[in-house]
């Protein structure tokens, strides 16, 4: 097997408008995620791992920031004679003139790119997931069981089913099984077997069935293929997985997810998982080991060299470059990549993009430990400097770039959005 | 304007370093871990890169294996492109000249064919074990103002350090008038930092009078003196020489004095990240809940659940709770178990401290070690690469235990005392 058999095609086009200021520069799969890495490092590790080496990734929403973090490839090893990332971004020619009108669309627009490499399989993976998984046991599943379409699946609480693609899969066999009807979002879910967006194509079959997916007006893997190839009975399959998934679609998921990675026995091992980021990317190689000053205090944690923490840091994630002076407090925050939280402030509860600086004395977040709920997180867009000693409630949303002349002297209160 | 780009840079990266003692068992002294993610060499090859010196020549000898890896192609340091690179030239055999490198001038003469494969107008010789910032650019620009032949980096140092030195005296240009090799009774405190900017032809020139002279302190500059234009190019700010054990703590330890003028990342300083174990491929440092952690530097992929304190941590060390460790210098993939402790240790790589294992008991630091008492004399212990340290074992200070020592290999000590070595 010199050359690869499987090409991977990551779904990265998307915004999610969940997540809000977060993604008005990046697409959701460039967002920050674990304290160095971004949310495409898991599939791309993942792929990395299961020796899954040709890789085209589908960007169309704001791609700079992502087509900047894939860099050559190299960090995940993937350059080389048979190895490669190709970035496929929407394109016009005699035949197209659209943009990418789906996930589907986007897939289809390529298949020149795809028949070109001839692979045996095709693995159509969405670049929004935090999970660990070895893609060979499915691709041989796949095989073994001479499938057409093969998707994973994971439980989930009952209770969010209603938000996933939910398919029934037969009994009887551990790894998976056919699947015997699949509805994307459905009212009252027939069971609680999610779809994780993980699929494995027989290459014909995709062809085929994108091409039949044209006369529609609507061009999701999720919303149409799959329901369309359960319509023609083509043969899909089901297969389980059993372990960590984490879903960051919306702010309060993010900031779980992100929690998730902390506390005694983290539900995301990171030394296990051994995950790769660029380090390229915003030059965070330059960054020397984490300083924790003499009054620095920690617990709980998690920072990336280049931090530099004079205060007090509590059930926190901090990005490479975050300083914490003294008497600052931070706690069940994420902060990303060079905030800077000035002498006195405190900040609770809150995920806060890139370059932003906290002045001396704010009170940022639900600081009442009492009233707080998943609702209470406050989100602050990039690039803003929140004025000294300036009180911005629980559930709130800054937008980024704030002018300084528009921060409201009496602060913001819950939930009040600013931009 | 920068002059960098025409001048080759020639590192000697060969020395011994041997008062380093078993950090310097395995790997050349420029390849010993420093400042956490760091090693010795990556401050000149950092200090080259941004300068804007583009090619750079290697000069390696004792235990090259590691210092290969680490420079690799370069790339850390921005070295790769058509006309960038930086080669290894280790001692080779030939039609001529097959020998050792005998001395400093020894190695570079060795090199001459790769001086003129590669045509510049300045070398810069530099060695590869110190920690410092200099721009190197405008020292080249400095000695083509002064139209030297050869200029010296040279700082003021303390009297009583002055006889490790090369010393020079200046006149009121910086022209050095007088040079001294490691004087016994000194006339100045001028000492020399072992960085040369030769014109390229006063070089080749130089080397090929008299192939005795082989070594540029003791016999080229003071010739060079005596008859051509020599300027001392004054450099003030911090720099360490880590040639002891006692130094090399001390300057781990400034990384994290907050008053310490020693900053890695203001200074630009590039760690190879692709390097073995990659260094920066892990996930940020873990803090546990309950953990202690004051005036230290912890870096990517560590887990602390004790206690640190002014510690200096390499990439994934493991902190077990209950477990101390104090004033130390802590090398990569280490694991610290429960409720041990750790004062005033350098340890190596991939250590295995036992359970309730205790490194620098007691309060006596004056009985020096009894096999090196001239590198063991502080009170710090040193732990060998991949030695087990056995459970409930209690050692001293300043004492030694080497490279892949087994629990079997404590017998049935309980203690290891002041001085000692296993």
Same mark, same amino acid.
């Given at each position: 097997?010199?050359?690869?058999?499987?090409?991977?095609?990551?779904?990265?086009?998307?915004?999610?408008?969940?997540?809000?200021?977060?993604?008005?520069?990046?697409?959701? $799969?460039?967002?920050?995620?674990?304290?160095?890495?971004?949310?495409?490092?898991?599939?791309?590790?993942?792929?990395?791992?299961?020796?899954?080496?040709?890789?085209?990734?589908?960007?169309?929403?704001?791609?700079?920031?992502?087509?900047?973090?894939?860099?050559?490839?190299?960090?995940?090893?993937?350059?080389?004679?048979?190895?490669?990332?190709?970035?496929?971004?929407?394109?016009?020619?005699?035949?197209?003139?659209?943009?990418? +009108?789906?996930?589907?669309?986007?897939?289809?627009?390529?298949?020149?790119?795809?028949?070109?490499?001839?692979?045996?399989?095709?693995?159509?993976?969405?670049?929004?997931?935090?999970?660990?998984?070895?893609?060979?046991?499915?691709?041989?599943?796949?095989?073994?069981?001479?499938?057409?379409?093969?998707?994973?699946?994971?439980?989930?609480?009952?209770?969010?089913?209603?938000?996933?693609?939910?398919?029934?899969?037969?009994?009887?066999?551990?790894?998976?099984?056919?699947?015997?009807?699949?509805?994307?979002?459905?009212?009252?879910?027939?069971?609680?077997?999610?779809?994780?967006?993980?699929?494995?194509?027989?290459?014909?079959?995709?062809?085929?069935?994108?091409?039949?997916?044209?006369?529609?007006?609507?061009?999701?893997?999720?919303?149409?293929? %799959?329901?369309?190839?359960?319509?023609?009975?083509?043969?899909?399959?089901?297969?389980?997985?059993?372990?960590?998934?984490?879903?960051?679609?919306?702010?309060?998921?993010?900031?779980?997810?992100?929690?998730?990675?902390?506390?005694?026995?983290?539900?995301?091992?990171?030394?296990?998982? /051994?995950? +790769?980021?660029?380090?390229?990317?915003?030059?965070?190689?330059?960054?020397?080991?984490?300083?924790?000053?003499?009054?620095?205090?920690?617990?709980? $944690?998690?920072?990336?060299?280049?931090?530099?923490?004079?205060?007090?840091?509590?059930?926190?994630?901090?990005?490479?470059?975050?300083?914490?002076?003294?008497?600052?407090?931070?706690?069940?925050?994420?902060?990303?990549?060079?905030?800077?939280?000035?002498?006195?402030?405190?900040?609770? #509860?809150?995920?806060?993009?890139?370059?932003?600086?906290?002045? #001396?004395? $704010?009170?940022?977040?639900?600081?009442?430990?009492?009233?707080?709920?998943?609702?209470?997180?406050?989100?602050? /867009?990039?690039?803003?400097?929140?004025?000294?000693?300036?009180?911005?409630?629980?559930?709130?949303?800054?937008?980024?770039? %704030?002018?300084?002349?528009?921060?409201?002297?009496?602060?913001?209160?819950?939930?009040?959005?600013?931009? | 304007?920068?002059?960098?780009? !025409?001048?080759?840079?020639?590192?000697?990266?060969?020395?011994?370093?041997?008062?380093?003692?078993?950090?310097?068992?395995?790997?050349?002294?420029?390849?010993?871990?420093?400042?956490?993610?760091?090693?010795?060499?990556?401050?000149?090859?950092?200090?080259?890169?941004?300068?804007?010196?583009?090619?750079?020549?290697?000069?390696?000898?004792?235990?090259?294996?590691?210092?290969?890896?680490?420079?690799?192609?370069?790339?850390?340091?921005?070295?790769?492109?058509?006309?960038?690179?930086?080669?290894?030239?280790?001692?080779?055999?030939?039609?001529?000249?097959?020998?050792?490198?005998?001395?400093?001038?020894?190695?570079?003469?060795?090199?001459?064919?790769?001086?003129?494969?590669?045509?510049?107008?300045?070398?810069?010789?530099?060695?590869?074990?110190?920690?410092?910032?200099?721009?190197?650019?405008?020292?080249?620009?400095?000695?083509?103002?002064?139209?030297?032949?050869?200029?010296?980096?040279?700082?003021?140092?303390?009297?009583?350090?002055?006889?490790?030195?090369?010393?020079?005296?200046?006149?009121?240009?910086?022209?050095?008038?007088?040079?001294?090799?490691?004087?016994?009774?000194?006339?100045?405190?001028?000492?020399?930092?072992?960085?040369?900017?030769?014109?390229?032809?006063?070089?080749?020139?130089?080397?090929?009078?008299?192939?005795?002279?082989?070594?540029? =302190?003791?016999?080229?500059?003071?010739?060079?003196?005596?008859?051509?234009?020599?300027?001392?190019?004054?450099?003030?700010?911090?720099?360490?020489?880590?040639?002891?054990?006692?130094?090399?703590?001390?300057?781990?330890?400034?990384?994290?004095?907050?008053?310490?003028?020693?900053?890695?990342?203001?200074?630009?300083?590039?760690?190879?990240?692709?390097?073995?174990?990659?260094?920066?491929?892990?996930?940020?440092?873990?803090?546990?809940?309950?953990?202690?952690?004051?005036?230290?530097?912890?870096?990517? =992929?560590?887990?602390?659940?004790?206690?640190?304190?002014?510690?200096?941590?390499?990439?994934?060390?493991?902190?077990?709770?209950?477990?101390?460790?104090?004033?130390?210098?802590?090398?990569?993939?280490?694991?610290?178990?429960?409720?041990?402790?750790?004062?005033?240790?350098?340890?190596? !790589?991939?250590?295995?401290?036992?359970?309730?294992?205790?490194?620098?008991?007691?309060?006596?630091?004056?009985?020096?070690?009894?096999?090196?008492?001239?590198?063991?004399?502080?009170?710090?212990?040193?732990?060998?690469?991949?030695?087990?340290?056995?459970?409930?074992?209690?050692?001293?200070?300043?004492?030694?235990?080497?490279?892949?020592?087994?629990?079997?290999?404590?017998?049935?000590?309980?203690?290891?005392?002041?001085?000692?070595?296993?």
């Amino acid at each position: 097997m010199l050359k690869p058999s499987t090409l991977a095609m990551i779904l990265a086009g998307g915004r999610v408008d969940e997540l809000g200021v977060l993604t008005h520069y990046r697409p959701k $799969s460039a967002v920050p995620f674990g304290g160095f890495a971004r949310v495409i490092d898991f599939p791309l590790t993942n792929l990395m791992r299961s020796g899954i080496e040709l890789i085209a990734i589908l960007s169309q929403y704001r791609s700079y920031s992502l087509i900047n973090h894939i860099g050559t490839g190299a960090a995940w090893d993937m350059i080389g004679r048979h190895r490669g990332i190709s970035i496929l971004p929407p394109f016009k020619d005699y035949h197209n003139p659209h943009w990418y +009108r789906g996930s589907a669309d986007a897939v289809y627009q390529n298949l020149d790119f795809v028949k070109y490499h001839n692979p045996s399989e095709i693995l159509v993976l969405s670049g929004d997931h935090i999970y660990q998984m070895d893609y060979r046991k499915m691709v041989r599943y796949h095989n073994e069981v001479g499938a057409d379409l093969t998707a994973a699946f994971v439980q989930v609480k009952s209770d969010k089913a209603h938000r996933f693609g939910i398919g029934e899969i037969t009994e009887g066999n551990e790894q998976g099984g056919r699947l015997l009807s699949y509805e994307e979002k459905p009212d009252t879910p027939k069971c609680n077997w999610a779809s994780l967006t993980i699929l494995c194509f027989r290459p014909e079959v995709l062809y085929e069935i994108l091409a039949i997916n044209q006369h529609n007006t609507s061009y999701e893997f999720g919303r149409d293929i %799959i329901p369309l190839m359960m319509k023609r009975n083509y043969k899909v399959h089901g297969y389980k997985y059993h372990d960590y998934w984490g879903y960051t679609r919306t702010v309060e998921e993010y900031w779980q997810t992100s929690m998730d990675l902390l506390g005694p026995n983290p539900k995301i091992n990171l030394e296990k998982w /051994g995950i +790769r980021s660029n380090l390229e990317h915003r030059g965070i190689r330059d960054c020397q080991p984490l300083l924790i000053g003499p009054n620095g205090e920690v617990d709980n $944690s998690m920072a990336y060299n280049g931090c530099v923490i004079e205060g007090t840091v509590r059930n926190s994630i901090l990005f490479p470059g975050v300083k914490v002076e003294k008497n600052a407090i931070v706690e069940d925050s994420v902060l990303f990549f060079n905030n800077v939280v000035k002498k006195d402030a405190r900040l609770h #509860k809150i995920v806060s993009d890139v370059n932003t600086t906290f002045g #001396k004395g $704010s009170r940022v977040g639900c600081l009442e430990e009492s009233t707080s709920n998943e609702r209470d997180i406050t989100v602050i /867009g990039w690039n803003n400097i929140i004025p000294d000693g300036l009180v911005i409630e629980g559930g709130c949303t800054v937008h980024p770039n %704030i002018e300084p002349s528009l921060w409201p002297a009496q602060g913001l209160k819950q939930g009040e959005v600013l931009q | 304007m920068r002059y960098a780009s !025409k001048a080759l840079v020639l590192l000697l990266a060969g020395g011994i370093g041997s008062r380093l003692n078993i950090l310097v068992g395995h790997r050349a002294k420029p390849a010993v871990p420093f400042g956490g993610i760091y090693r010795i060499i990556d401050f000149s090859l950092s200090n080259v890169m941004n300068s804007g010196l583009t090619k750079v020549g290697v000069l390696t000898q004792y235990k090259p294996l590691s210092l290969m890896r680490h420079i690799g192609t370069g790339e850390a340091w921005d070295f790769t492109g058509r006309t960038r690179g930086v080669k290894i030239l280790p001692p080779r055999t030939g039609e001529k000249d097959s020998d050792w490198y005998k001395g400093t001038a020894d190695a570079i003469r060795q090199n001459i064919d790769f001086i003129k494969a590669n045509p510049s107008q300045q070398v810069v010789i530099l060695s590869g074990d110190h920690i410092y910032r200099m721009d190197l650019d405008d020292m080249i620009s400095y000695h083509r103002q002064k139209k030297a032949d050869v200029t010296i980096g040279m700082m003021k140092v303390p009297m009583e350090k002055i006889h490790e030195f090369g010393t020079g005296i200046v006149d009121n240009d910086n022209r050095i008038i007088d040079w001294e090799e490691k004087p016994k009774e000194p006339k100045t405190d001028l000492a020399s930092m072992g960085i040369y900017v030769f014109d390229t032809q006063y070089l080749l020139n130089s080397l090929a009078k008299d192939k005795k002279e082989i070594d540029f =302190g003791m016999h080229i500059i003071p010739r060079a003196l005596a008859e051509d234009r020599v300027y001392a190019y004054p450099f003030e700010g911090y720099w360490r020489d880590v040639g002891t054990i006692q130094s090399y703590w001390d300057t781990n330890m400034d990384a994290i004095r907050p008053d310490s003028d020693l900053s890695t990342e203001q200074w630009g300083i590039r760690p190879n990240p692709d390097a073995d174990g990659l260094t920066m491929d892990r996930p940020p440092a873990r803090l546990a809940s309950g953990c202690h952690v004051n005036s230290s530097m912890i870096s990517a =992929g560590c887990i602390i659940e004790g206690t640190v304190i002014n510690s200096v941590l390499s990439p994934g060390v493991h902190v077990h709770k209950g477990a101390i460790i104090k004033d130390s210098v802590i090398f990569a993939d280490s694991v610290i178990e429960e409720d041990a402790v750790v004062d005033l240790v350098i340890c190596d !790589k991939q250590v295995r401290v036992g359970q309730k294992a205790i490194i620098g008991h007691g309060g006596n630091k004056d009985t020096v070690n009894r096999l090196y008492p001239t590198h063991l004399y502080t009170g710090i212990t040193l732990i060998g690469k991949k030695a087990e340290v056995a459970p409930g074992i209690s050692i001293g200070r300043n004492c030694i235990i080497h490279t892949n020592t087994t629990s079997a290999d404590y017998a049935d000590k309980k203690t290891i005392e002041d001085g000692e070595t296993l």
